[in-house]
């Protein structure tokens, strides 16, 4: 074997997903890892406790999950990229802080690794429950980035893209997988060095000197920082606050940042959006899913398009903000459209809103911590090409 072979034959390890979540992270450029165990999200931690020290960077375990966002939080804004993970019950005590680095406009990556709820509901099974809790789980109006992927190659890139849009927009970004992608073993091919594109911190070049202007947006609506207790002073509030940073209940200040808080977010939804598809051109049914659903989704899709059903499928990779119009467009011409998600219905009832006809919008679900089948999602798709509704 060539050297080149050689090589390339070195970056593919198998990994699960949760160590993907990590090295992924690292190849990011994160630093800082703040997390209290908690499954099934514990090897992520587990991994960064060993990894973080070989590259220069920290690793704390922190009391609780409110004590990891908080520092998480810090470490970001004193300059380092950082990042948490935890699962359904420690993401409900993260809701304050996440809300926090929202307002501040804080870069930070939390991963969410899924499980049956509520409450401690069901530690070691399968789950995508927490779709909405991600979105308005924190107070007040905002948007929020959300990323998901059903396989490890796939998954490895939306984390580093999720580092990349936290820092381009100053806001959290949320990684959302489920036990069974965090668990199971793949192939992963690590990139090279500089194969991705990384997006470093937009540092403010004002003079030490000069008014440091913490939230005054440039021509391209970037906001530069200045890492906390470096060079110039400046003050981080969770209140409505002005360009230099200070409490402010004007109504206009307060009109602009809400404003600027949902926007900066909705606004780039084109940008934000990531998705794969599959046989949409001739699709009278078109399947939607996300996370390890998707596998079960895309297996019974080849299948029935095999023996001549004329079924396509697209999978979501951005869940929020809400890819609608993408939605909208691929799914113009299905006479069906089946959502595919292990949970009551979450991003169907999103799916409905899209489309123009959100009577042919069904769902597709188990709730039961068992992965959903194949089998699962024929069963439904027979119904609606049985009964013609």
């Known amino acids: 074997m060539s050297t080149a072979g050689q090589t390339e034959r070195s970056r593919v390890q198998f990994l ?48 609780d999950e409110i004590g990891s966002i908080c520092a998480v939080i810090g470490a970001s804004l004193a300059g380092t990229k950082s990042m948490t993970a935890t699962s359904g019950p420690g993401f409900s005590l993260m809701q304050e802080a996440i809300g926090y680095a929202v307002m501040a406009e804080i870069p930070c990556v939390i991963v969410d690794v899924q499980r049956g709820g509520p409450s401690t509901g069901l530690p070691t099974h399968a789950s995508q429950g927490d779709v909405m809790q991600v979105r308005y789980g924190t107070h007040g109006d905002h948007s929020i980035v959300c990323l998901t ?3 490890h190659q796939d998954l490895f890139g939306i984390v580093v893209d999720a580092f990349n849009f936290s820092e381009v927009f100053r806001t959290p970004a949320v990684v959302l997988i489920d036990e069974v992608v965090g668990h199971m073993r793949e192939a992963v091919r690590v990139p090279e060095p500089g194969e991705l594109d990384l997006t470093e911190r937009l540092l403010t070049d004002v003079p030490r000197d000069v008014d440091y202007h ?176």
Not at 30 to 57: C, D, K, N
Not at 321 to 344: G, L
């Open 149 to 151: 992927a059903s396989n």
């Open 214 to 389: 913490p939230y005054a947006p440039r021509e391209d609506d970037r906001l530069p920082m200045s890492n906390f207790g470096g060079v110039h002073r400046y003050n981080v509030t969770g209140l409505v606050h002005d360009m230099w940073g200070f409490p402010s209940e004007k109504p206009k200040i307060v009109n602009d940042l809400i404003h600027h808080l949902y926007l900066k977010l909705e606004n780039r939804k084109q940008m934000l959006t990531r998705w794969r598809e599959w046989s949409l051109d001739d699709a009278e049914i078109v399947l939607i899913s996300y996370g390890s659903s998707a596998r079960s989704a895309r297996h019974i899709m080849e299948n029935r398009r095999s023996v001549g059903v004329p079924i396509g499928m697209i999978e979501l990779q951005t869940l929020w903000p809400f890819p609608s119009e993408m939605i909208r467009t691929k799914c113009r011409h299905a006479e069906y459209i089946v959502v595919v998600e292990m949970n009551m219905g979450q991003i169907v009832h999103e799916v409905k809103r899209a489309v123009d006809r959100p009577e042919r919008v069904f769902l597709s679900n188990r709730v039961d911590g068992e992965m959903i089948t194949p089998t699962d999602i024929k069963h439904l798709i027979r119904v609606i090409q049985g009964k013609g509704v």
């Open 16 to 63: 699960q997903g949760n160590e993907v979540c990590a090295e992924a992270a690292l190849y990011a450029g994160m630093r800082y890892f703040a997390g209290y165990p908690i499954t099934p999200s514990t090897e992520i931690a587990e991994r960064l406790a060993e990894r973080l020290p070989q590259v220069g960077g920290s690793f704390m375990q922190m009391e």
